[in-house]
């Protein structure tokens, strides 16, 4: 097998897959000596494979993590310093969006190397197009370290810290049906630490939750700060398909969209429905052939494929 010469590489430990435990953070536990993971006293945790509950269990083994807005110098920094950085990532097909561990970076290709769970491989992403998939989530990156070494970067600016520590906390809640709890959260922290693309739309979305009119506000202001931010381009779709404002749904699907064509299959299968109100058949069935194209494994396949035949 071909051996890289890496000017900059982490030498992570391979972990295997497990459905009770988010990957991630099993492999950053172990790169810091950490092999065990056991109960930690509450069913929620043994069951749980969210980032957010890893975290939490990471915690109460005695780490403590960071969660803010980075940026690829920031991501070599952390490299150069030995600790390897968890990023929030577009997803593809029918999840919306997945974690990623950064190992390691090469400057003369200009590619970011990112851990994969098999063993001596890892895979590759242009800088340009990590940072082009990256902003469409914030630049969200995650550093968990042992409590005593948290020293490291507790003091450095790390911009958006507050706000999408919470916001973390507040996607927990809405996961968990809390909406007024989130709500809360979201609105305390917003109000000294605002600049956070991520935290307005996780409110918008929380809004919307509700079919609250503030949802547009918050996703209007998420999009202000961010013009790449996905997710509140959808929330706003979603959010006037739910209120049968199909015009304003469709104009705010096909930005989405724009941003990234490939990210989301089912946002075509809503576009179609919208557009089948507009009367604009030909564009939603070009639309629902796009959504079983990019929706490969879509559990209603057949019932799209008849849609598509009648219209």
């Known amino acids: ?17 497990d459905e009770q435990f988010p990957l991630m953070v099993s492999v950053v536990l172990k790169y810091w000596g950490e092999d065990s993971i056991d109960s930690i006293g509450s069913s929620k945790f043994e069951t749980s494979k969210t980032l957010y509950d890893g975290l939490k269990i990471a915690e109460k083994k005695g780490f403590t993590y960071f969660i803010y807005k980075g940026s690829l110098s920031d991501i070599k920094k952390r490299v150069d310093q030995a600790i390897p950085p968890i990023v929030i990532f577009p997803g593809l097909y029918n999840l919306i969006q997945h974690a990623i561990l950064v190992s390691g970076y090469n400057s003369d290709e200009k590619r970011i190397v990112t851990y994969v769970p098999q063993p001596n491989t ?26 005593d070494m948290k020293n490291i970067i507790k003091n450095d600016n790390l911009k958006c810290l507050n706000s999408n520590m919470v916001c973390f906390e507040a996607e927990n809640d809405f996961l968990t049906g809390k909406i007024d709890s989130a709500i809360n959260k979201l609105d305390k922290v917003l109000n000294d630490d605002n600049d956070c693309a991520r935290a307005w739309s996780m409110l918008g979305s929380c809004y919307s939750e509700k079919n609250n009119s503030k949802a547009v506000s918050c996703f209007e202001k998420a999009i202000s700060i961010n013009p790449y931010y996905y997710l509140a381009f959808r929330g706003l779709g979603n959010f006037f398909l739910k209120n049968k404002n199909y015009s304003k749904a469709e104009i705010y699907y096909s930005d989405a969209i ?44 057949e019932t799209i494929e008849g849609t598509i035949q009648q219209i």
């Not at 890892?122 to 550093?143: L, Y």
């Open 122 to 147: 890892e895979g590759f992403i242009p800088e340009s197009k990590f940072e082009s998939q990256w902003r469409q989530e914030d630049n969200v990156i995650i550093i968990m370290l042992p409590n």
């Open 258 to 301: 724009a941003i990234d064509p490939d990210r989301y299959g089912p946002i075509y299968k809503n576009r179609a429905f919208v557009r089948l109100n507009l009367n604009k058949n030909a564009q939603a069935k070009q639309d629902l052939i796009l959504y079983l194209k990019k929706t490969p494994n879509a559990q209603d396949k």
């Open 1 to 17: 097998m071909l051996q890289y010469n890496y000017s900059h590489n982490l030498n992570l430990p391979l972990v295997e897959e």
